[in-house]
Structure formats: C-alpha cells, structure tokens
C-alpha cells in the first residue's frame, strides 16, 4: 500500500501525517507513507484543499484532519 | 478487523432535535444575562465604580468578550452545519464554462458560502485555473471568499444590526466582481506562473458534501467553531483589550479631532493601516465597535476592517507560489481602490 500526504507543509499536514502512521501502525500495515508538498503536484490530484489522504493514487479525504479510527476505517476497507 | 460501527438507539432524529433545541435556549439565556450579569457583579457585588475609567474599561472588557464568544460560537456553528452543503468542488463546477461578468457575480456570490480557508488559496487557485475558470472569475472568488466571511457577518450583526451588515455584504461583493472583472479584462495571464496552466487534473475529485448525514454535519459545526476559536482567541483578546482602554481611557474629542468625516484623508490613513495589518474579523471589529461610538464614521471603519482582512501580507506571500509580483502588485492596488472608494462613498452617503 502507497499512502501520500498532499501537503505544503502546514500544521494540518503534519497532523495528518501523524494520525496516518498511527493508524498504519495500529493496523500492523505495510505500507509507504510519503509527504507530497510541491503544489502543481497537489493540484494535479484535484484537491482544492488541503491537507490531502492519497491511497495507492486514489485521494480518500481532503481538506480535514480525520482522528486515527477514521483513517483506520478508510485504510482497513482497502486491504480487504 | 472492522472498525466498531456506532450503536444508534431509539429516535436519533428526536434526540438531535432536542439537543439543538436546549442548546439554543442556553444560548439565549447566557446572551440574555450577559450584560445584567456584569452589571450586578462588578457593580453591585463588587462595588465598582462603573462610570469611572477604569471601571468602565474592566466592565466593556469583560461584557464584550462573553458576548462575542457567544455570537462567535451561534453563527459559526450555523453557517458551517449550512456550509456543509457546499464545498470548493461543487463551486468549480458551477463555475466551469462561465463567462466572463456572469461568472464573476457568480464567483463572489460562492466566494461568500462556500466553505473555504485563505490557507488553501493556492490549490484553489491551482484547481480552479486548472480546470478552465478564468483568472478574473477565479479572482473574484479568491476576493470574496476572506471579505464577506461568516466571522465578520456575525459581529457587525450582533454589534451593528441588520442595517450596516447589508452595506458591508453588498459592498464586499461590489469589490469582488468589479476588483476581478477589471483583472479579467487586463489580460494578466502572463503574469501566472507556468506551471499552473501546465497543470492536468487527473483521478476523479471527491466531493466531500457527498454522503454526509445530520450527525456528521452537526459534528463538523461544532468541531468547527472549536478550531476557529482555538485560532482567533489571541486576537480576539488584543482586539477587546485596546478597545477596552481606547473606551476608556482616549477622548472622543480626540477622535472628532483626528477621523471624523471632515478628514479627508481619513479613509486612505484607514486602509494604508490595515493593509499590513494581519488581524481577522474577530481582532478588528471589538476596535471597530468602540472607534464607532466615539465618533469615527462608519465608512472609514468599514474601509480599515475590509483591508485587514482582505489584504494581508501572509495571504499576498502565498500567492507568490503562483502569480508573479507584478498580478500580486495589480490584484492588491485595485481591491485597495476599491475598498477606499467604499469608505468615501459610505462616508458621504451615511
């Protein structure tokens, strides 16, 4: 599993950044987590807000910092 | 490995409904109290002198913090739980194939329900010129958006009435449509960096409104008046602070003397003030409220307050990861003219 943070670097990245590698590791996951924060590049996945969740090139959240469960959820329904 | 689906018993549309219904009520009670409240114990229990300066600056200090706290907290929470039916995605779509004019008065009127965050101005930007939304129209909606916004619509409400927040409303669009019209109509294209056209949007764009229920609207009203409180608070406090010692401790003659509408450069001191001036509505309309009452005229209060949040340097500095000085230069001395043309006008005409 590839996860991107889409981000230029705000509070709110390192945020999610943070709630992501709990839930990676929460759900024991081997997955690669990489901070995406050049700005045409996050544009180019069609969010207009950030920060934003990209799994295997498919953006799952935009604009919000979701609590762990709630990564959790979205990151356990793409494994089964 | 599921995660805990939440348990829903009995009639979660009654529970809800009572919910808000107390908590509205509480609402109204503690603004109903507000002012005997202070009144009573500062006054009467204390035994402060409310009329002497330093009393009358503690008490106005006091009332108006608990009194914008609660105007804060009711309007952000409605204009989010109603937001949440909109999102930047919908608005790009409205906005696809729009003509220029059309699309600007379009534009500014999205900018104003849209939810949206000045901190995601240059994806926007990127998203909506990207897309096809012309540069003008797009600016239209990038002017609107931090001008007409829920935190200045509730204060000038709750502290002006109904009468001076319709002039700002209208003013503020005004501004916009005309501030990215005239962009439009100049041919700046040249002056957005490269990349932004060079930009291909791929994947399909999720539309956040999309699947939300009552209780995650609900949720995101309150989680949102939470985080914007969490952010104001430092300049809420200033802002009630100074108007607290200007209300009690500067003269109002002073004003008369110095910003009264007979100053003819009082309007251009106003914004040339608050163009640097990195504050939000919640820092400037405590100061506003208390310049008002002593005297200073509502066109040249207007004018400052639209250029604090309008323009202000951290927003211009983002910017420049997309447009070049010469479009930021541009984009900053016409809305400048035109919130300084709103002080004149409102100065004459009020």
Known sequence: MHIKILGPGCANCANLERVTREAVDGLGLSATVEKVTDYGEI??????????LVVDDEVVLAGLVPTAARVTELLSARTS | MTADAPTRTGHPGLRRGVTLGAAALAWWALYSVNLPFWDWLLGDALGVDLDSRAGGAVHFFLYDSVKILLLLTGIIFAVT???SFMSVERTRALLG????????VLAAGLGVVTPFCSCS??????GFVAAG??????MSFLIASPLVNEIAIALLLGLFGIGPTLLYVAAGLTIAIVAGWVIGR???????????????????????????TWDDRIRMGVEEVGAILRKIWPYLLVGIGLGAAIHGWVPAEWF???????????VLVAVGLGIPLYSNAAGIL????????????????????????ALSLPETILLKRVLKPRLIATFVGIVALGIIAVGYLFNAIL
């Open chain 1, 43 to 52: 544009a180019a996945y069609g969010i207009m807000r950030t920060p934003g």
């Open chain 2, 81 to 83: 739980v109603l937001r």
């Open chain 2, 97 to 104: 194939g729009k003509r220029e004019g059309v699309g600007n």
């Open chain 2, 121 to 126: 101005a240059v994806p926007a930007f990127i």
């Open chain 2, 133 to 138: 939304v012309p540069l003008g129209v797009t």
């Open chain 2, 186 to 212: 100049l041919k700046l294209e040249r002056y957005v960096e490269p990349f932004v056209f060079e930009t291909t949007l791929r994947g399909k764009p999720l539309d956040p409104a999309y699947g939300l």
């Open chain 2, 256 to 266: 008369a003397a110095h910003a009264s509408a007979d100053n003819p450069f009082g």
């Open chain 2, 286 to 309: 405590p100061l506003v409220d208390v310049l008002f009452a002593k005297g200073v005229p509502m066109g040249t209060l207007l004018a400052f307050m639209m250029a604090t949040v």
